[in-house]
Structures are given as structure tokens and as C-alpha cells.
């Protein structure tokens, strides 16, 4: 189970009540390996972590990133960049992870669009906490330039999350394949 966990809310503060809602999120976050397990097997590849703050006994904070393929466009590959949170929350799996992320997507190949999609399609989505936030990429497609664009955010259930970035693919030419796709052919009306 590379990232894939579940992580809690800020309702889990200090204290010894902190520490058994704390308990009780991480033994609710053990029982829901069958429910997560299906979307690890399609779910992004680990790259790296780099430390970002040191802990004594407990995890390190980190930056992961993070690659997947695009589902539907083959020959488009993009890397997102998390903060993942360390100590005693982040070791159970129950720490509220914040909405910072970054996102950089490239051709790596000749673009083949395999089905119609729509403006804003989810390319991937990730829970950041139990309930209330999510971390999504999405994809569009610029018709007058031909360039996918990709966005990726964070939103919650009560307040969005302002953070976000976004990354253009201009749809090109790959090696002896001359053969250009146009997006706009596959949008969905």
C-alpha cells in the first residue's frame, strides 16, 4: 500500500482525548484496506521523498512525488509534488495533510486520445483527509492552441482550497509519427 492511506481531521487535537479519537481514526483507517486496495493498483507511483523537518521518534515531514499516466491520453505522463506530514499523526495515518501541491505534465510519446472526455474531466483523485479534502487532477483541452491543459487542486466538503497549479501539453509531432491528434475532436459535447 504505497500512499494510499486515510488520513484524519483536526478534530483529533491534544490531550488524552486527542489521543484516543487519534486511536480510533488509525483502527477505522486499518479496517478500510479492502475499500482502497483496488484504487492502489491504478494509483500513482512514488518517485521520491525528500525530508522537509526532522523528527526525533516519529516520521520526518516530506515532499513525495508522485507520477501516473493519463487514462485517457496515452503518450502524456505527469509528475504532482504533496507535503506529507510526519510525527505521531502522520505515523498513525490520522494527520490533517495540507492543500500545497505542484504539478508538471509532459508528452512522452506519440498522443493518442482513446475516448471522447470532457472540460474539466477527473484524470485523478486522492483522499488528504478522512472525510472533507481531496487532491484532484483534472484535464481540458485548449481548442484554439490544441494543448491539453492539466489542473491540479485540493477542495474540501465546507471551503475550497485556493491552492492550486496547472500544467499545458501541447499536442506534437513524436518521431516518425506525424500523425497530430486534435483535442478538440474528442470533447465531448
Known amino acids: 500500500m504505497n500512499r494510499r492511506r486515510l488520513v484524519g481531521t483536526r478534530s483529533a487535537g491534544s490531550g488524552i482525548g486527542g489521543w484516543l479519537a487519534a486511536l480510533g481514526l488509525a483502527a477505522f483507517g486499518l479496517a478500510m484496506p479492502a475499500a482502497t486496495g483496488a484504487m492502489a493498483q491504478n494509483g500513482p507511483d512514488l518517485i521520491f521523498r525528500k525530508s522537509t523537518v526532522w523528527k526525533m521518534l516519529t ?96 477542495d474540501k466538503l465546507i471551503e475550497g482550497s485556493p491552492k492550486n497549479s496547472t500544467s499545458s501539453v501541447p499536442i506534437m509531432p513524436w518521431g516518425v509519427n506525424t500523425n497530430v491528434q486534435n483535442c478538440a475532436e474528442w470533447l465531448k459535447k
Open 59 to 154: 516520521p520526518d515531514d516530506t515532499l513525495a512525488v508522485y507520477g501516473i499516466d493519463d487514462p485517457v491520453v496515452e503518450g502524456v505522463a505527469c509528475h504532482y509534488t504533496l507535503p506529507e506530514r510526519g510525527g505521531i499523526k502522520g505515523m498513525f495515518g490520522v494527520a490533517e495533510e495540507v492543500s500545497d501541491v505542484s504539478l508538471s505534465c509532459r508528452q512522452i510519446g506519440p498522443i493518442t486520445i482513446k475516448q471522447k472526455f470532457e472540460q474539466g474531466e477527473v484524470v485523478f483523485s486522492e483522499r488528504r483527509s478522512l472525510v472533507f479534502k481531496r487532491v484532484q487532477i483534472v484535464r481540458g483541452c485548449d481548442v484554439k492552441r490544441n494543448v491539453l491543459v492539466y489542473l491540479v487542486y485540493s
